[in-house]
């Protein structure tokens, strides 16, 4: 079992910069492919970013060039850097831990454990 507890998401202006943490508990943190996920109001929970145990990452392309993820396996916390923020990256953010052997690094339906999320909003 994981636990998953995200935090830092606020209500900022566009332009800002937010950074989100993701504190895991439970198994074992540093072998698990991590991934950040955002819901927002609605539409279908979409990938943001993923970040596999030797540090690779993968993007989605409304993150590539803003978004940063990166983990700290010392604290079983993940990050996802948010620069230059715009109204429509207003959403949830969760994490998750990959769960399925082989599967993909993109798909909700990989991903076994997942945080209560942490609500960002940008205003315009």
């Known amino acids: 079992q994981v636990r998953l507890v995200e935090s830092g998401g606020e209500l900022v202006q566009a332009g800002d910069s937010l950074r989100l943490s993701c504190a895991a508990s439970?198994?074992?943190?540093?072998?698990?492919?991590m991934g950040w996920f955002r819901q927002a109001p609605g539409k279908e929970r979409e990938f943001v970013a993923t970040?596999?145990?030797?540090?690779?990452?993968y993007y989605a392309d409304v993150a590539k060039g803003r978004f940063t993820i990166s983990r700290d396996n010392a604290k079983n916390t993940i990050y996802l850097q948010l620069n230059t923020l715009k109204p429509d990256d207003t959403a949830v953010y969760s994490c998750a831990a990959h769960g399925v052997p082989g599967g993909s690094y993109y798909d909700t339906d990989s991903f076994q454990y997942w945080g209560q999320g942490t609500l960002v909003t940008v205003s315009s």
């Open positions: 439970g198994r074992t943190f540093g072998r698990n492919v």
């Open positions: 970040i596999a145990w030797g540090g690779s990452t």
